[in-house]
C-alpha cells in the first residue's frame, strides 16, 4: 500500500513538472511572438549579402545619379550586392553648413535633390540596380528636418520647442545637450499625426520607386514605439524589405524590423587594437557579449562610412597597415560587411562634408581585394550573414593573433589574424584539411597544433570552397 501511494505521488510530480514545464515553454513562445508582431519580411537575398554605401555628391565630377549609373557593371563585378545611398533629397538652405550643406537636412522627405538629377533619374537608377540583380536602399531621416521644410510653417506642432516656444535644434537624448546639429530641426517624435505622415512618405518610395528598404540615420534616437508603429505598417505592404539602424540598441533588432543595426563598439575596438590600445582578447570578449544579447538579425562590419572618413578619418589614419587585414576580418566575421564609396580605389582622403569632394577614381587597385572577399561569402554558406552562415569559434590563445572557425551545411572557414605590428606566431585548436588559402591557387594542411608564422599584420584565409 506505501509503494502504491509513493508511485501515485511520483506520477503526480513528473505530471506537474510536465505541465509548468509546458507553460514556460508556452510563454516563452507567447513572448518570442509578441517580439516579432508586425516584423517585416527579411529578404532571402540579404542572407549571404553584402552591402555597398553610395555617396552620389562626391562619386562623380558630374554628382548625379546618371553618372553614378555607368559604375553600375563594374559594381556588379566586384560581387557588390545591396547599395545604400545616402540621402537623395533636397537639402535646406537655412543655416546650411558650408556651400552645399548636409545631406541630413531634408528639406521635403518627397522631394530629388536637384543637383543629383530628377526623379525619372532616380527611377532609372533603381530599375537598372534591379536589372543587374542586385538591391537598392535609400537613407532615411525621420529625427529631424531642414529648416526650410514645409512643415516648419503648416505644421510646427510636429517639432520639439525651446523653452520660448521656438522650434529647436536636436538635444542628445543621454546629456541634454545640443547635439550641435544647428543645421536641422528636431521633429517632436510623440505627434502621431508626425508619424503617420513620415511613415507615409517612407511607403511613397517602396511603392513608387520599388526601393529595397532603407537605412535609418540616428534611430537610436527614436522612442521605441515609433519603430513599432514603423514595424506594423510596413509588414502590411508584404514586400521584404532591408533595414538598417543606426544603432546597435538590442530593441532595435530584437522588437522591431531592423535586419541590421551597426557594430559601433566593435569598430571602435579595432580602432584600438589598431593604435595598440588593446589585444584581440578583448575584441573575442566584445563578439561573445554582443552575439549574447541579440535574438535576431546580425551586425555590420565596416572600416570606414561617411561619417568616420569625414570626420575620425580614413581608415589609413585610424588603421595603418592594419587597414586591409580589418576590412579581410569584417567582411568573413558572422554578420554583414560594408565598403564605402571609393574604398576599392583605395580613398586615402577624407571627403568634405558640406562641400564638392570627387572620389579620385582611377586605379581601382584594391578591387580584385574586394571582389574575391565578396565572392568567397557567396559560394561559402559558412560566412553567410548571422544566422544563415556558421556561428564563429576561436581557435587559438594569443593576445595579438586572432583565429576561429566557421560551419554550415558542410562548408568551412578558418580565419587567422595577426592583429598587430609585429611578427607573430600562433597554434589552431583544430586541423586544416586540405583548404583553400584564399588569394592564391594554394591548398593547404596542417595538424593541430602546427605553428603558424605570420609577418605584421598578416593574415590567412581557409576555405573548403
Known amino acids: ?86 540621402p537623395i533629397h533636397p537639402i535646406s538652405v537655412p543655416e546650411r553648413k558650408g556651400t552645399l550643406g548636409s545631406y541630413y537636412a531634408v528639406s521635403d522627405f518627397r522631394a530629388i535633390n536637384p543637383l543629383f538629377g530628377n526623379h525619372d533619374d532616380f527611377k532609372r537608377l533603381v530599375d537598372s540596380t534591379h536589372a543587374m540583380g542586385m538591391h537598392i536602399i535609400i537613407d532615411w531621416v525621420p529625427h529631424h528636418t531642414g529648416w526650410d521644410h514645409p512643415w516648419i510653417k503648416s505644421h510646427p506642432e510636429f517639432y520639439n520647442k525651446n523653452e520660448k516656444g521656438e522650434i529647436r535644434d536636436p538635444i542628445n537624448e543621454e546629456t541634454g545637450e545640443p547635439w550641435g546639429w ?113 535574438t535576431y538579425g546580425y551586425h555590420i562590419y565596416f572600416t570606414s562610412n561617411h561619417d568616420e572618413n569625414s570626420w575620425a578619418g580614413t581608415e589609413f589614419e585610424r588603421m595603418g597597415d592594419g587597414h586591409k587585414t580589418f576590412a579581410a576580418l569584417c567582411a568573413t566575421l558572422d554578420g554583414m560587411p560594408l565598403m564605402y564609396s571609393g574604398q576599392e580605389e583605395p580613398l586615402r582622403k577624407r571627403l568634405a562634408f558640406f562641400e564638392k569632394d570627387t572620389i579620385p577614381f582611377k586605379d581601382y587597385a584594391y578591387e580584385e581585394f574586394y571582389t574575391t572577399l565578396n565572392q568567397l561569402k557567396k559560394k561559402n554558406q559558412a560566412l553567410w550573414n548571422g544566422e544563415h552562415g556558421g556561428l564563429s569559434r576561436r581557435i587559438n590563445e594569443s593576445n595579438e593573433v586572432y583565429a576561429f572557425i566557421r560551419e554550415k551545411n558542410g562548408d568551412k572557414f578558418i580565419g587567422v589574424f595577426n592583429l598587430s605590428g609585429k611578427p607573430q606566431k600562433t597554434t589552431l585548436q583544430v586541423p586544416v584539411t586540405e583548404m583553400n588559402i584564399v588569394f592564391t591557387d594554394d591548398r593547404l594542411t596542417l595538424d593541430t597544433g602546427q605553428n603558424i608564422n605570420l609577418g605584421p599584420w598578416e593574415f590567412f584565409l581557409f576555405s573548403s570552397k
Open 182 to 294: 544647428t543645421d536641422v530641426a528636431e521633429l517632436n517624435l510623440e505627434n502621431p499625426e508626425m508619424r503617420r505622415q513620415v511613415i507615409d512618405d517612407m511607403i511613397y518610395w517602396i511603392e513608387d520607386y520599388n526601393i529595397d528598404g532603407f537605412r535609418v540615420d540616428h534611430a537610436h534616437g527614436v522612442p521605441a514605439d515609433y519603430w513599432d508603429e514603423v514595424s506594423n505598417t510596413l509588414s502590411a505592404l508584404k514586400k521584404p524589405l532591408f533595414i538598417l539602424a543606426e544603432g546597435e540598441e538590442t530593441y532595435l533588432r530584437n522588437d522591431s524590423s531592423f535586419v541590421a543595426t551597426y557594430a559601433w563598439k566593435i569598430h571602435h575596438k579595432m580602432n584600438d587594437i589598431a593604435n595598440g590600445k588593446d589585444n584581440v582578447n578583448a575584441l573575442d570578449t566584445l563578439l561573445a557579449a554582443e552575439r549574447d544579447v541579440y
Open 1 to 86: 500500500m506505501k509503494t502504491a501511494l509513493i508511485l501515485v505521488f511520483i506520477l503526480i510530480a513528473c505530471i506537474m513538472t510536465m505541465t509548468i514545464a509546458l507553460s514556460c515553454k508556452k510563454a516563452d513562445v507567447a513572448k518570442e511572438t509578441d517580439n516579432v508582431r508586425g516584423r517585416v519580411s527579411p529578404p532571402e537575398w540579404s542572407h549571404a549579402a553584402n552591402l555597398y554605401e553610395v555617396n552620389i555628391r562626391q562619386y562623380t565630377p558630374e554628382g548625379t545619379f546618371e553618372a553614378f549609373r555607368q559604375h553600375l557593371p563594374r559594381l556588379k563585378k566586384m560581387g557588390v550586392d545591396i547599395l545604400w545611398l545616402m
